[in-house]
């Protein structure tokens, strides 16, 4: 069974569609790549699948794999880094799947949530409140969350966006540890270098999909032209899908 089967989906805020026509799935154990110009749906893509947001039109199959056992990393620029929470804390949160909001925590989960910590290097940050991290440690912070709570699918929305290379070259070796434990992965990714190095396969995204395979075949000059023309193009106040399906 796919990890994620789309039918003719249609995302979008307030009835104008953001992502259009969407068809296909994504295989269990699939490491993809979803990049396309500014504004081509790809957060608003990641949102659908968590289930943050209804699909206009169409469905989201997700395997057997409810919303809540997804794990998901947004934009950091999504996150109140103003909330006053200890760096260990919010990792542990992780753990709330399975502890629960106000579950005790076991020495054992102690253990993992500093185990999570070390493997990304943040030992010694526990005490630290988010809002005192720099953008590199708090990726690092919402990595070691995603370690531990061991999910199956897992979205990652630029996970490198405003990190150093050696922070990206950690969090890419842990994409290729899940990887190698057939997890699903999808992460929006801008850097293409990256992509075409480590991403088997891509979806091209612009508004509708304009390419979806290996990823050499999809991030080709012509592909790329085409996205960025019909992002261009789009009109935002667009109503509901006015393109015969
Ligand atoms: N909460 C919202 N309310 C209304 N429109 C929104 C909302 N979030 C996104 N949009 C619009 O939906 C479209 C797709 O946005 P989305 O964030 O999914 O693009 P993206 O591909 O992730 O872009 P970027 O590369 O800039 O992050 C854009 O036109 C955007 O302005």
Redesign the pocket.
Known sequence: MPALTFRTLTL???R?P??HHLDGSVAEGELLAVV??????????L?GIVGALRPLDGVIERGGVKARDIAYLP?IAEIDRSFPIAVYDMVAMGLWRRAGLFGAIAGTDRARIKAAMSAVGLAGFENRTIGTLSGGQMQRTLFARLLLQDARLILL??PFTAIDARTAADLLALIKRWHGERRTILA?L?DLETVRAHFPTTLL?A?EPVAWGPTPQVLTPDNLLRARHITEA?D?EAGVCERAA
């Open positions: 979008g805020y307030e104008h953001a992502v396309g110009p500014n504004g081509a749906g790809k957060s608003t893509l949102k934009q929305d630029e929006v801008h995204l508004r789009w935002d």
